[in-house]
């Protein structure tokens, strides 16, 4: 009989997750626990610290309360997130910088009974109570009156994920599911007292409560990565010697320069697990880390599938699969009406089993996407359609082979194009957005937006104007990095829009071409090559990283598109080509690319710059 493609990881242990780090404050007081540049927590001070936010708000949040974090890599932050739990709430982080639109969209649309952040970023009215808080400004938190979205019983953490119909969508992660999860990473890295986690991922990424709660319930160090080190591969390698890191986790575009340079010596570090986008990149024989190329949405509580590395082993050509189910995982390959296919079948994965989330904070988008069980698949009641095509091959390994819709990811984060377009629609400027993925030159995918002006207008209106707009709504990674201004749009067969002509026509864009209808590239930006082979290299990298064909050397980088991969990609190839490192901070405070090329001179080892 032919072999379905259903497989199910070994069997789960549950575990706890405040009370594993209450215990760990009882048994190591003194152990560091949290480790902030200068600052350095015990657990027991930490758990001092967790209290005394939660008393500041006991009485006001309780059980199943929502409270969004507007907060970064920070100790108010792992204290916050600690007050949460204790007080039984539910954890729902934003990011230090989630944008005035987006925030006042989930305040609207979620109704979190408190909003926590400084005092910049959080939205006018309600009651306000300062926190007492090691930090770099006042933080607060906003109490919001009225009654919030209904929120599953038992929610530990809900965490954003990119929306279809315009608005973010909120997963609801049980506690059981969350201690699943630590319970098998500790295991898998060997997390324990001595050991030193980072603290890296985005805030708004799911990962990072993998992060924060594997180490703090198993007696390790949590250590808060600098804001450069974030995307930055060299600096970042640095930064793992110094702080004697033991296990950390990635994003792939920031993994992939790690293991694509020769690997450092003096690193502590044992594991590297690395997830939110296709990994084409094996490690290579020098590095010493054990490399886990783990795949997961968030509606299955950040891990579903890993595929382990070991240091020295042949790992083969091409991309490394995405692996086998993690313990209490059930993965299955199914097709168009959900029937399991035969391994070595493409199809459609659909994830059940104890990692799974309790779904949406909208029961009818919960109700579309964790569906009933196939026949003939026991051991579960439900399963999640991931929507990410797959292929099981016959040692029941899973490869990844793409999407079966729009959704994208960009820098490894999940983005709706729909989302983006609503957010252009929100300009009144605007009668329609369309937004299309394009494969980037340097790989990696980027956003295009074409848009329709409102009748009339066309003339009037600018792409960066529009970009300008949408930010506040929008993630960095889910705004365009083109805007073209069109008059109509190409429709296929059925009466929809054609992304692939829109695409085909783009492609169609000659080299120095402006990226918009609207652009005002001045003459000199566009035919100004360079003076020096510096200035030419620059320019080119920097066009090719951005995607913008009309870039001059008098154009800042960041304010023409770029943004931290490109930027990290930018000095990942500056090093390759002139053997000249440098930090992303000072890159990022040159005025323009002349600026940038001319630093590029001063530094390199000759000074033959003919």
């Known amino acids: 009989m032919e072999s379905l493609s259903i497989g199910y990881g070994r069997p789960h242990q549950d575990g706890g997750v405040l009370d594993l780090f209450t215990s760990w404050a009882h048994r190591t007081p003194h152990a560091p626990a949290l480790i902030d540049g200068e600052q350095s927590y015990s657990y027991a001070e930490l758990d001092r610290l967790a209290d005394a ?11 199943g309360d929502l ?27 934003l990011g230090p910088r989630p944008g005035e639109r987006r925030l006042q969209a989930v305040a609207e649309q979620l109704r979190p009974a408190c909003l926590v952040g400084e005092p910049a970023v959080l939205p006018p009215g309600g009651e306000r109570l300062e926190l007492d808080l090691p930090s770099a400004g006042e933080v607060l938190a906003v109490l919001t009156p009225g009654e919030q979205a209904a929120v599953p019983v038992g929610t530990h953490y809900a965490v954003l994920t990119s929306g279809s119909t315009g608005t973010p969508k909120a997963v609801a992660v049980t506690g059981p599911a969350l201690g699943a999860l630590l319970h098998w990473y500790r295991e898998l890295t060997g997390l324990g007292p001595g050991a030193r986690h980072s603290l890296l991922i985005g805030v708004a990424f799911d990962p990072h409560l993998l992060e924060l709660w594997a180490s703090l319930t198993s007696g390790a160090a949590l250590v808060v990565a600098p804001e450069a080190v974030r995307w930055d591969s060299g600096a970042l390698t640095d930064w793992f010697r110094e702080a004697r ?8 575009p920031l993994a992939e320069p790690v293991l694509g340079r020769p690997w450092p010596a003096g690193l502590a570090l044992r594991h590297l697990m690395v997830g939110g986008d ?20 968030a509606e299955a509580t950040v891990a579903t599938t890993v595929h382990t590395m070991a240091p020295g082993c042949d790992h083969g050509d091409g991309a490394p699969p995405i692996g086998l189910p993690v313990p209490g995982a059930v993965v299955l390959v199914t097709d168009e009406q959900g029937r399991p296919v035969p391994r070595g079948e493409a199809g459609e994965l659909r994830i059940g089993g104890r990692s799974l989330a309790a779904g ?21 009641d439900r399963v999640y359609r991931s929507g990410d095509r797959v292929v099981m091959r016959a040692d029941g390994v899973l490869e990844f082979h793409g999407r079966l819709d729009d959704q994208v990811k960009v820098s490894g984060v999940r983005i709706e194009p729909a989302e983006v377009e ?47 707009a949408v930010r506040p709504w929008l993630p960095e990674q889910a705004v365009p990095s083109v805007v073209r201004l069109v008059e109509r749009y190409p429709l296929d067969a059925n009466g929809k829009v054609d992304r692939a002509a829109l695409l085909a026509a783009e492609e169609s864009f000659p080299v120095g071409s402006e990226t ?9 930006d566009v035919t100004d090559e360079g003076d020096t082979p510096v200035e030419r290299t620059v320019l080119k990298l920097c066009r090719e990283l951005i995607g913008r064909a009309d870039l001059g050397l008098g154009d800042n980088f960041l304010a023409s598109g770029g943004n931290s991969l490109a930027a990290a990609r930018l000095l990942e190839s500056l090093e390759g080509e002139f053997a000249v490192r440098l930090r992303a901070a000072l890159l990022l405070r040159q005025p323009d690319l002349r600026a940038i090329a001319r630093l590029v001179e001063e530094r390199m080892p000759s000074t033959s710059i003919a």
Do not use: W
Not at 429 to 446: F, M, N
Not at 516 to 524: L, R, Y
């Open 516 to 524: 918009s209808e609207a652009s005002e590239a001045s003459e000199t």
């Open 360 to 380: 949406y904070l909208d029961p009818e988008l919960t109700a579309r996407r964790f569906v009933e069980v196939p026949h003939g698949v026991e051991g579960i």
């Open 422 to 468: 609503a957010a252009f629609e929100r300009d009144p400027r605007v009668r329609r957005a369309v937004v299309a993925a394009q494969a980037a030159l340097t790989g990696g995918v980027r956003l295009l937006a074409f848009v329709q002006a409102e009748d009339g207008l066309a003339g009037g209106v600018e792409p960066a104007g529009l970009l300008d």
């Open 53 to 63: 936010v939660a008393a500041s708000l006991r009485g006001r949040v309780g059980k």
């Open 278 to 297: 296709r990994l084409r990149r094996a490690p290579g024989p020098d590095v010493t880390a054990t490399v886990h190329n783990a795949y997961g949405p």
């Open 245 to 252: 890191i033991t296990a950390t986790v990635l994003p792939t």
């Open 67 to 93: 409270v969004g974090v507007c907060l970064g890599h920070s100790v108010a932050l792992v204290a916050v997130t600690l007050a949460a739990a204790k007080l039984g709430a539910v954890h729902l982080p």
